[in-house]
């Protein structure tokens, strides 16, 4: 009889290893849950303070915060302008990736793998690096930093979102489709619009709405690359949170938190999300 294992009532076995094992492996799923829900779930229940002050735990409750965010026009402002970033961002990046998508998807030769590894190179180069690479980029081709440069910078750090989740769904598509719609008379345009796109669908608005996710958060590239201008959402609640603890960050974080979670259960019904990001 194996030393790892003891038989109990049934003649089953308990193998010891594998208990242990997975004794582990959940205490830290748990612990490792913990650290990543526990910092959202304080930010929520100190919003809902009534004091002046972010104070765990609150000295009462109030709407308060979340009311006064109709009069914060400097964060109105700079939501405004992540907003309109993210979304030419997005859009952009939508357009290279498929593009590039297509390109180098099922693709055997060196250069479709050399393409795949530049077009992912971002989400390995730190960000800080890349945001200050870019600012000396532009600064030596004679661009000043604007809206342009910030929408530019953003886009460069997206598009791996939409290249990944795009190639994954071509390389799920059966290439018999297309050569079926060739054969009975369809030409690439029309069987990229009526075939591929359709069947690939899914993945694209699964890296867009990533990309947009990753562009609206961006703290690196939007410090080097804007403008005194362009005042951005993470850059501005940083900037209250570090100069007077201001309370309606906390609301407004809390309004963020809501939004995203309702926004990835969209995604989810729409595009099977959790299915992409595995």
Same mark, same amino acid.
Do not use: C
């Given at each position: ?7 109990? @009532?049934?003649?089953?076995?308990? &193998?010891? &290893?594998? *208990? ?6 959940? +205490?830290?799923? *748990? ?21 002046? $002050? ?7 409750? @109030?709407?308060r915060?979340? %009311? /006064? ?5 400097? *964060? ?14 997005t ?10 998508? #297509? +390109? ?11 393409? &795949?590894? #530049?077009?992912? $190179? ?7 690096? !890349? ?27 997206s ?11 071509l ?20 069987? !990229?619009?009526r075939?591929? *796109? ?7 608005? %699964? ?6 996710? %990753?562009? !609206? ?6 410090? !080097? ?15 209250d949170? /570090? ?13 963020l ?9 969209l ?6 999300? $959790?299915?992409?990001?595995?």
């Amino acid at each position: 009889m194996s030393d790892y294992a003891k038989p109990v @009532s049934g003649g089953r076995r308990i &193998d010891f &290893d594998a *208990l242990s094992f997975r004794i582990v492996m959940t +205490g830290i799923a *748990l612990m490792a849950l913990v650290l990543l829900v526990a910092p959202t779930v304080v930010v929520i229940w100190v919003s809902f303070t009534s004091g002046y $002050s972010l104070k765990f735990p609150p000295p009462g409750y @109030s709407l308060r915060w979340y %009311a /006064e965010l109709w009069n914060a026009w400097q *964060l109105q402002f700079a939501m405004m302008n992540s907003l309109k970033v993210a979304a030419w961002a997005t859009g952009l990046s939508i357009l290279l990736g498929v593009s590039a998508s #297509l +390109g180098i998807a099922r693709s055997p030769t060196l250069t479709a793998k050399v393409l &795949d590894s #530049l077009f992912l $190179s971002p989400l390995v180069l730190p960000a800080l690096a !890349f945001g200050l690479s870019s600012l000396m980029f532009f600064s030596m081709i004679g661009v000043p930093v604007s809206p342009l440069t910030l929408i530019i910078g953003h886009t460069v750090v997206s598009v791996p979102f939409v290249v990944r989740n795009t190639v994954a769904s071509l390389a799920q598509m059966n290439p018999s489709l297309l050569e079926a719609s060739s054969s009975l008379g369809a030409g690439r345009w029309y069987g !990229f619009r009526r075939v591929t *796109l359709p069947l690939i669908r899914p993945g694209i608005m %699964a890296g867009g709405f990533i990309a947009f996710m %990753a562009s !609206f958060d961006n703290v690196p590239v939007s410090l !080097f690359l804007r403008d005194a201008a362009t005042d951005m959402l993470p850059i501005r609640m940083w900037q209250d949170l /570090e100069g007077r603890l201001d309370v309606t960050v906390a609301a407004l974080s809390g309004v963020l938190i809501v939004v995203t979670i309702g926004l990835m259960l969209l995604m989810e019904r729409v595009a099977g999300l $959790s299915k992409r990001l595995t």
